[in-house]
């Protein structure tokens, strides 16, 4: 109940038909000539918007739930992708001593921009990315749940200028751009071979990214037409006003009556426009009202960052099991998102090692 009165900027129109109805109860007990002929035609009005309003708005809340689903299955299928281009980079290595260091410089700027991608794609769809505040790893969060982040621009100077020189042909389309220059410098590395199966590769995992976010603006980049968005609300705005006079028999107590009623119909249109959109902010420190992609987004970037200061600091080649790890700060790796701690209670997949037979 307390969701849809905090929105303010559309709850208060909850006080409208208490109001028309203690304006309707005094004017019927005040008035002498009062038209009491009226009673029956706004009877029938507004039982025949009172069907037709339900029809609509539990159509409309329909919608919203199905762009709510939508969005968010694409968005973790996009950071899944994300993330897969991030483990086929570790996968790597590079055996001559000379290209070694240029390749180090080319995997972190491959991490940094994998790092970035989910932002940039959350904030794209949100309210407009700006390439300063582009946060590449999350430091905590302050006492009223704001975020402590490392930016681009403090991790990776190079980087952050090539998406700021090319922020206007689309912030995600900077990103994949300067994504598909580091491939070409991977390939043009002699230690992956003169054919073009690791090219192709590459452009598989480059292409999976892309699709995903093309999918995601071909749900969110169409808009309702304004003339039904307006139609909608001038039929909501006449029913609130009409709706009281047909309680007005009860007397005072149309007031609250119609305060309740107007709650259902008003309540099932402030829904389902907050919850068609899964990028909208959230308050990190309360109960999540619906399904947003914030923690899909934060999740994807603890695990990349995960993934390549393991690669640094271990190797995927050099893990023995027989012996402890010596000389590893274990502080500075990362636990498992909590993103990922949440997908393995929702589908019950074991993400343990403890049982694992070696």
């Avoid at 035609?41 to 037709?52: D, E, K, P, Q, R």
Wanted: hydrophobic share 45%.
């Amino acid at each position: 109940m307390f969701y849809i009165i905090r929105s303010y900027r559309q709850s208060w129109l909850l006080l409208v038909p208490a109001v028309a109805a203690a304006l309707f109860v005094y004017l019927k007990e005040n008035v002498d000539d009062w038209p009491d002929f009226l009673d029956d035609s706004v009877a029938t009005v507004v039982a025949a918007a009172t069907g037709l309003l339900a029809f609509i708005l539990s159509l409309n809340l329909n919608t919203a739930l199905t762009r709510n689903a939508d969005g968010n299955a694409n968005f973790n299928a996009f950071c899944g992708d994300v993330l897969a281009f991030g483990m086929f980079v570790c996968g790597l290595t590079v055996d001559d001593d000379k290209e070694e260091e240029k390749f180090e410089v080319v995997k972190n700027n491959i991490r940094d921009l994998l790092l970035a991608a989910p932002q940039v794609c959350k904030w794209t769809f949100r309210e407009g990315v700006d390439v300063d505040l582009i946060p590449v790893r999350l430091k905590g969060r302050t006492s009223n749940g704001q975020r402590m982040s490392e930016k681009l621009y403090e991790r990776n100077k190079k980087m952050y200028c090539l998406l700021k020189e090319y922020y206007d042909i689309g912030a995600m389309e900077a990103v994949m751009l300067a994504l598909g220059n580091e491939m070409q410098n991977l390939t043009a590395m002699n230690n992956f071979g003169d054919d073009n199966a690791f090219h192709t590769a590459l452009i598989g995992k480059w292409e999976n990214i892309y699709s995903s976010y093309g999918t995601l603006g071909n749900i969110f980049g169409y808009n309702h037409p304004v003339v039904l968005d307006w139609l909608l609300n001038i039929c909501l705005g006449l029913y609130l006003i009409l709706m009281p006079y047909g309680l007005v028999e009860a007397k005072y107590h149309a007031i609250w009556l119609s305060f309740v009623v107007a709650y259902f119909f008003l309540g099932l249109y402030i829904v389902a426009g907050q919850i068609a959109n899964p990028f909208v902010s959230s308050n990190p420190n309360g109960t999540a009202q619906f399904a947003t992609v914030g923690a899909a987004a934060e999740a994807t970037q603890k695990a990349v960052e995960s993934l390549f200061q393991k690669d640094r600091a271990i190797g995927l080649d050099d893990i023995d099991c027989s012996t402890p790890m010596q000389n590893i700060d274990m502080a500075e790796l990362p636990g498992r998102p909590s993103g990922m701690a949440t997908l393995s209670r929702e589908k019950r997949i074991e993400m343990g090692t403890d049982k694992i037979k070696y």
